[in-house]
């Protein structure tokens, strides 16, 4: 956990920083590049933290909440748990097109929820954001209507998006994260594509 959170250092001005980004790539290319990373000031400080399933994700946002910042919980656990309370349909295992839709629309209202009731100066850190839905439809070859693709395009995280890469260490399933070690790897790398095909850039923070 120390690992990973070092690499987002807090400078003065309580921005994220890291030792290193990996820019756009060309071709299906996704192993980083280390350059040294450029903080931009035109840009809403909504930092997005993903990657593939069990990767210390909620662990890392949970460090971020005890030292002070705001935190945005993930939508499609709480969105999976919500759905095995009712016996519901919207599952990954189930009916994956209302589960994708209704996990990009609770990523959307957490946004504009953020949106309105943060300070635009204060940063905030999301567990995935509308685009890892976006991703998953990639992933199971779903659908995606325009309007998704608009606001995707006109609803901008910051462009540089934190991505931890898989670790089998410490992977493991639940009754919420049913995928095997393969799917988790092969999520992580559709994050890839899909962040990139939005115009983010990927900040890969070291195990």
Known sequence: ???????????????????????????????????????SKDHLPFYVITGGPGVGKTTLLEELRQRGFKVVPETARELIKAQQAIDGEALPWKNRKQYMELMFEGCKAQFEKTLQDVRTDQPVFFDRGFVDALGYAALEGLPIDQEMKSLAETHRYHPQVFILPPWKDIYHTDAQRTQDWNESVFTYNKMIQTYRGYQYDLIEVPR
Do not use: I, Q, V, W
């Not at 690992?3 to 921005?15: E, K, N, S, V, Y």
């Not at 290193?20 to 350059?35: G, I, Q």
């Open 1 to 39: 956990m120390e690992t990973l959170f070092l690499t987002m250092g807090m400078d003065a001005g309580r921005f994220p920083r890291s030792l290193y980004y990996c820019p756009p790539k060309k071709n299906n290319d996704t192993k980083p590049n280390y350059l040294p990373l450029k903080r």
